[in-house]
């Protein structure tokens, strides 16, 4: 069973605060993502890591940004929260190097956002 | 259009019964197709993963792929009140593992 770690489960938090959302994994995996989802709506990517060092924008544009120094970290960072920042955000990891090798994603229980 | 359409629900029905869900897509190239059940206020938790088409068994649980229609289903077999959750379908291509998600349906099993 995949063991993927999201802190803090809820936060509530003022306009134009810096939040980072924290994402860790203790599966060694080396792709990593991170997802919004809105209620009733499918998950939409917004950000993806094959590796440390790696990162790439996912299909939907978002004002977050994310790192990846080492394997099992993969922390994603709003520099101004705004309230059309209010969503779930969902992280995920996979084994499998590079972009082939599709095993599947194992998600963590997400971090629900509120922006004031 | 969306890539991948999935009836919202809810689905209610009763202990024992067998639940039926289904998505259907447009892409020909997804090759890896997955459902997930996720609990209200938790992650996604992956149930069953299968490649191209054909059936696929777990337990109570059983996929089914059709590629020609682009169809893909989910059964439950002995329906519990535990089963009640949103369920997810995602797939991808066969070129990386980017998920092209479901809206997910929700059930409702009743005791």
């Known amino acids: 069973e995949a063991d993927i770690y999201q802190t803090p489960r809820y936060l509530v938090i003022g306009t134009g605060k810096k939040i980072t959302l924290e994402c860790s994994q203790t599966?060694?995996?080396?792709?990593m993502y991170w997802y919004q989802q809105d209620p009733g709506m499918e998950l939409h990517l917004i950000h993806y890591?094959?590796?440390?060092?790696?990162?790439e924008k996912g299909d939907l544009s978002s004002e977050s940004t994310v790192s990846r120094i080492r394997t099992e970290h993969f922390p994603l960072t709003l520099e101004s929260a705004r309230p059309s920042h209010t969503s779930q955000y969902l992280c995920?990891?996979?084994?499998?190097?590079?972009?082939?090798?599709?095993?599947?994603?194992?998600f963590g229980d997400g971090t629900r956002l509120s922006i004031l | 259009q969306k890539e991948v359409e999935q009836d919202p629900g809810p689905l209610s029905v009763p202990e024992g019964a067998i639940v039926s869900l289904n998505c259907t897509y447009s892409?020909?190239?997804?090759?890896?197709f997955m459902w997930y059940r996720q609990y209200s206020r938790k992650g996604p938790e992956l149930l069953m993963y299968?490649?191209?088409?054909g059936n696929k068994e777990d337990g109570r649980f059983t996929a089914q792929v059709d590629k020609s229609s682009k169809y893909i289903s989910l059964f439950i077999r002995d329906s519990q009140p535990s089963d009640s959750a949103t369920y997810l379908c995602?797939?991808?291509?066969?070129?990386?593992?980017?998920?092209?998600f479901g809206a997910g349906t929700q059930v409702v099993v009743t005791p």
């Open positions: 995920a990891s996979s084994e499998g190097r590079g972009r082939g090798n599709n095993q599947p994603q194992h």
């Open positions: 599966m060694g995996h080396d792709k």
């Open positions: 890591s094959y590796g440390v060092n790696s990162t």
């Open positions: 892409n020909s190239a997804f090759q890896y």
């Open positions: 299968t490649y191209s088409s």
């Open positions: 995602a797939m991808t291509t066969d070129s990386w593992g980017k998920l092209q």
